[in-house]
DNA sequence: CTGAAAGCGCTTACAG
DNA sequence: CTGAAAGCGCTTACAG
């Protein structure tokens, strides 16, 4: 029941007032159950002042019908999305765009974290399931690719930051590749060659289903190779403690790099923190970059140079294909958003 | 039915396969649902052969109950969590911290967001509300007072960052008066006198009834006119944007301030954007300082003076609060942490 | 200790 | 167009 109304029972005590229900209204509006659920659902087969009475007595009564309830035989108008992380910045920025994109709908999300490992992912993603959502949106999900094509199979599915050509479900996902090109390109511009990259390890994800970050890899080691250069990987985590590890490596070594590309933004402060306290000067003395283009990164203080991959417009996209396919669109898409390069301070030379 | 068992249906179709049910665990054991279901519950009166043979077939079957229905009748086991926005970064911290609370029980939080809109905050409350949770942590809250009183008469509700003592529901708060305070007597100790802050309107809440950002005025205030200091207030909103936007109107003034204490520390962001492009130099010229030590403040390229409220300790409070109501108690706890400074670069300055 | 029956609040065929 | 009945997957009294 709405707790607008007010609740006379006795101080203390839970109420036990019960919810309004469809009974409820069916009741006071002298109709059946069935035929208010037809008015809530917009259902064909009834009459103008049937429609009319109903909708009179549920905007009465204040009734909303219950979620819950409707998911166990129709639709919920739920949406599930996991995230590995509520405080690293990128993934609750997807989440940002998938809730915008939801406003306009019936539909409303709802956010769990599933962290990193394999096993943890895999309940966060069933407790989803468990919950009678209509669709999945999974961000960057280190399980098997067997297992998300069942998935796919059950439960509409949206999947980001996650390559590759999957047949039951949707994709959103960078160019991973050309946007490390893209770093590697500019580092090269500004002069540098001993460039290193702190990534993640592939969680034993290989061929073409690999995530986001196992990609930029590639795309790295492709460029740097095609320039005849040495490639440099450390892979810790992304998040800030996992750049400064990285970083703390990197620096020990006898042929230091210049240029420290961390895989994500997050991990690219960590890197800064271990420059500046290593006493050296960004960019001078080594440059730093990133990629995911957060909010903080723009900041003038911070001026990270990195890649946009727009992750508001992922979490849009990603919200819309996930409502194709829970109207009925079985054909898998992949939808590349294309990385663009943010020039700043941390990389270019005042002169 | 887990996505884990593989799916022979026909390639392109969504599968029709059902999921597996208490009632496919009773036959294949051979007892009644009923007897399933107190094993599930681990509830009294069932035999140890009965609870062996249950537990082995639920293995076999790979068995998860359907939290939806199991929340028709009795606990869905899971917490509904309403934060202000997932792109800020205080409010999913203490969604992570709520998170890492839950994980040693079998509740699983779910995170919806609820924007600074009371009325579609409202709306999100009470999706989460008709998704069948078993409670609720609310954060940042612009809803009427009555209304939050009602709603924990039905439902255990913790509300977290909004003052007062509520008789329904439980409080977990930071002291921001005293927090206000601190900051005030750090710039004081800097040598400033012209002290200015950003916060966000009232909303409407008065009285004890108010929400963080409001007692950090009232703090501010009390500190500023106990030194005969006049107080300068802008309210924008808590982002990046209010932020810049606040620091604009200020560094116009005549008057203009020589510190800026922002109310969030994602608003002194923007400060710092701000005094930047204006060609000051902080701390010499303009000290900056936030509240709540998100991550990113302690970065070293960032620098930021901030008060630790400890966000995650708040989210793992307010979990604990919350399924001790869930429990059954009724009486409300009003949980108060004691903010720290945080002393850094952006209001030390260098000799 | 064990299980058949009713019910949570809806929707879905299916009669009328 | 309208509504009675069955059922979604569980739990809760209540018999035996």
Redesign the pocket.
């Known amino acids: 029941m709405t707790p607008s109304t007010p609740n006379n029972g006795p101080t203390g005590d839970r109420a036990q007032r019960?919810?309004?229900?469809?009974?409820d209204v069916a009741l006071s509006a002298?109709?059946?159950?069935?035929?208010?659920?037809?008015v809530?659902?917009s259902?064909?087969?009834?009459?103008p002042?049937?429609?009319e009475r109903v909708t009179q007595t549920i905007a009465d009564l204040n009734?909303?019908?219950?979620a819950?309830?409707?998911g166990?035989?129709?639709?919920s108008f739920t949406v599930g999305v996991m995230v590995t992380d509520f405080s690293s910045p990128f993934h609750p920025e997807v989440a940002e765009g998938i809730s915008n994109q939801l406003d306009q709908t019936p539909f409303q999300e709802i956010v769990v974290r599933g962290g990193v490992d394999p096993s943890r992912q895999r309940r966060s993603i069933e407790a989803l399931f468990d919950r009678q959502v209509d669709g999945l949106i999974v961000i960057a999900p280190w399980t098997p690719q067997e297992w998300l094509e069942d998935l796919g199979r059950e439960i509409p599915t949206v999947v980001v930051a996650r390559h590759g050509a999957p047949r039951h479900f949707d994709t959103v996902v960078s160019d991973d590749n050309l946007g490390a090109r893209l770093m590697v390109d500019h580092l090269v511009s500004q002069g540098h060659t001993r460039i290193a990259l702190t990534s993640q390890p592939s969680g034993g994800l290989r061929g073409q289903y690999v995530l986001s970050h196992t990609e930029r890899e590639r795309g790295y080691e492709e460029a740097m190779r095609a320039r005849s250069l040495q490639p440099q990987i450390v892979r810790t985590t992304y998040s800030e403690e996992g750049g400064y590890r990285a970083a703390r490596d990197l620096l020990d070594r006898s042929n230091r790099p210049t240029a420290i590309f961390a895989g994500a933004d997050i991990a690219a402060l960590g890197v800064l923190r271990a420059v500046e306290e290593a006493g050296l000067r960004v960019p001078d003395e080594v440059a730093v970059a990133g990629y995911d283009d957060i909010a903080v990164a723009g900041i003038s203080r911070v001026g990270l140079t990195t890649i946009d991959q727009s992750a508001r417009e992922t979490g849009e996209t990603s919200a819309r294909l996930l409502l194709e396919r829970i109207e009925g669109r079985v054909d898998p898409v992949r939808y590349v958003m294309r990385p663009q390069l943010r020039e700043r301070a941390t990389t270019i030379k005042q002169r």
């Open positions: 019960r919810r309004t229900t469809i009974h002298g109709v059946s159950a069935s035929a208010v659920s037809k809530i659902r259902a064909a087969g009834v009459s002042q049937m429609r009734y909303r019908p219950h819950g309830a409707r166990m035989r129709g639709t």
